[in-house]
C-alpha cells in the first residue's frame, strides 16, 4: 500500500516539475524566503512614466531601403571599378621606380 502511495505522489509530483533548472530554483528561492519582491518605483519614476507604455511592436517584414541597388546598377558600378583599376594599372606602368630593372624596349 505504501509503495502505492509512493509511485502516485511521485507521478502527481513528475507532472508538477519545473521544466527548467532555473524554475526549480526560482520555486526553491520561493518557498525558502529568499527571493525578495521586486522594490516598488521611486517617485519621479512612477511620475515621469505613462500608466500605459505604448511599446512599438516587433515586425519582422524589411522595410524597403531607398538606398538600395538594383542587380545592373551594381554591375554598372562594378565596371567602373574595373575602368578605373585598369586606369591606375596603366599609370603605375609609366611611373619609373629607382630600384627596378630597366623594361626590354625603352
Same mark, same amino acid.
Given at each position: 500500500?505504501?509503495?502505492i502511495?509512493a509511485?502516485?505522489a #511521485?507521478? =502527481?509530483?513528475a507532472?508538477?516539475?519545473p &521544466? ?6 526560482g !520555486?526553491? @528561492? *520561493? ?7 521586486? #522594490?516598488? =518605483?521611486a517617485?519621479?519614476?512612477?511620475? &515621469?512614466?505613462?500608466?500605459q507604455?505604448?511599446? !512599438?511592436? @516587433? *515586425?519582422?517584414?524589411p522595410?524597403?531601403?531607398p538606398k #538600395? ?7 554598372a558600378?562594378?565596371?567602373g ?8 594599372r596603366?599609370?603605375?606602368a609609366s611611373?619609373?621606380?629607382p630600384?627596378a630593372?630597366?623594361k626590354?624596349?625603352?
Amino acid at each position: 500500500m505504501a509503495l502505492i502511495f509512493a509511485l502516485s505522489a #511521485r507521478a =502527481a509530483l513528475a507532472q508538477e516539475a519545473p &521544466s527548467s533548472g532555473g524554475e526549480f530554483i526560482g !520555486r526553491l @528561492f *520561493d518557498a525558502t524566503g529568499l527571493r525578495a519582491p521586486p #522594490r516598488q =518605483a521611486a517617485d519621479f519614476v512612477r511620475e &515621469s512614466r505613462p500608466e500605459q507604455m505604448n511599446y !512599438r511592436p @516587433f *515586425d519582422p517584414k524589411p522595410q524597403k531601403d531607398p538606398k #538600395r541597388k538594383t542587380a545592373a546598377d551594381l554591375r554598372a558600378m562594378g565596371a567602373g571599378l574595373e575602368a578605373a583599376a585598369a586606369e591606375n594599372r596603366r599609370r603605375a606602368a609609366s611611373v619609373a621606380t629607382p630600384d627596378a630593372p630597366a623594361k626590354p624596349g625603352r
